[in-house]
């Protein structure tokens, strides 16, 4: 999660990695992913790894499509397919994912989108 050029270069990698995996495995279907990314949409190192990986991918953004919070590094992807028109709707912080004393479950907010889907 730092700055450095190993900490980059292994965002890189598997980022790479991840883009390899989605593209042999997934050619052609509708395709969600979510998680903690560690990267910051205001750091130029790790725009070029988003840039690519959404490229490699074809997958976008949803916070390129709907009105999110704060730049986060929990994020959502998504693609539709030649079949179904996958759209998201909303983008929220999920309040209610809390321990019994009210106090957060993680050190990240639970980020929760909502889709729509049509057929084309």
């Known amino acids: ?19 390899t995996y989605i593209s042999q495995r997934s050619s052609g279907h509708v395709v969600i992913v979510a998680g903690d990314t560690n990267l910051h949409g205001d750091d130029p190192d790790d725009v070029v790894i988003l840039t690519s990986f959404k490229a490699a991918t074809g997958l976008q953004d949803v916070c390129e ?8 590094i929990d994020r959502f992807f998504f693609r539709d397919n030649d079949l179904i028109h996958l ?34």
């Open 1 to 19: 999660a730092g700055g450095g050029d190993e900490d980059i270069a292994a965002r890189t990698a598997g980022f790479d990695q991840l883009a």
């Open 65 to 72: 499509t709907v009105t999110c919070g704060s730049d986060r």
């Open 87 to 120: 759209e998201p709707l909303t983008w929220t912080v999920a309040k209610e994912f809390v321990d019994a004393e009210g106090g957060d479950l993680s050190d990240h907010l639970a980020v929760n989108v909502t889709f729509g889907w049509k057929t084309k």
